[in-house]
């Protein structure tokens, strides 16, 4: 079965940091674009970083540019976010979500992880 | 950066009837690159179609997408109870946004 699994999540107070895992299983992980998207109590969806397959081509919204930083590890079947000066703003629950490789679309979403930050 | 209006905010209808979910683009872009997810409260988003038109794996038929340009909808054929969902649209190429959301609702 296609699966994956975020972990990672919790409450974390304003300026702290939070690293966030996606365990894949089910596919050939290595040759997919991966993506974070979060969404907002009550809100949309926002993309937030992609990462291309190895790892070469890495993009990230303006909102979170500087402060999280996407990886992934390939034999792990792993993705991660690292999430340093956490604002209120970014509490959401972050998916993690793959790309399909004849389109860009995200064809398969963890079920999130929640992360909380407080002032 | 590309934004994404869907309407309605919310949409009342009953099942067997039939729904259609605008999103629209601040600038042209290409329908190659335009997606449909449907959300369901506590889940995550579910790949509807893709490439505008496009339904994904095991989507029934009576999800149908089309536009272009800067204007695109979702059309959903005979409401079934279990299409009440929230449903977004996304632009995937060069940026990724996506629109914020219609609600699906029974009447």
């Known amino acids: 079965e296609v699966q994956l699994v975020e972990s990672g999540g919790g409450l974390v107070k304003s300026g702290g940091s939070l690293r966030l895992s996606c365990a894949a299983s089910g596919f050939s992980f290595s040759i997919y674009s991966m993506n974070w998207v979060r969404q907002a109590p009550g809100k949309g969806l926002e993309w937030v970083s992609s990462?291309?397959?190895?790892?070469?081509?890495?993009h990230y919204a303006d909102s979170v540019r500087g402060r999280f930083t996407i990886s992934r590890d390939n034999s792990k079947t792993s993705l991660y976010l690292q999430m340093n000066n956490l604002r209120a703003e970014d509490t959401a629950v972050y998916y993690c979500?793959?790309?399909?490789?004849?389109?860009?679309?995200?064809?398969?979403w963890g079920q999130g992880t929640m992360v909380t930050i407080s002032s | 950066e590309i934004v994404l209006t869907q309407s309605p905010g919310t949409l009342s209808l009953s099942p067997g009837e039939g729904a259609t979910l605008s999103c629209r683009a601040s600038?042209?872009?290409?329908?190659?690159?335009l997606a449909w997810y449907q959300q369901k409260p506590g889940q995550a988003p579910r790949l509807l179609i893709y490439g505008a038109t496009t339904r994904a794996t095991g989507i029934p038929d009576r999800f149908s997408g089309s536009g272009s340009g800067t204007d695109f909808t979702l059309t959903i054929s005979r409401l079934e109870p279990e299409d009440f969902a929230v449903y977004h649209c996304q632009h995937y190429i060069s940026s990724i946004t996506f629109g914020q959301g219609t609600r699906l609702e029974i009447k």
């Open positions: 979500a793959r790309e399909m490789i004849t389109d860009a679309a995200f064809d398969v």
């Open positions: 990462i291309s397959s190895g790892s070469r081509y890495i």
């Open positions: 600038q042209s872009v290409s329908s190659s690159y």
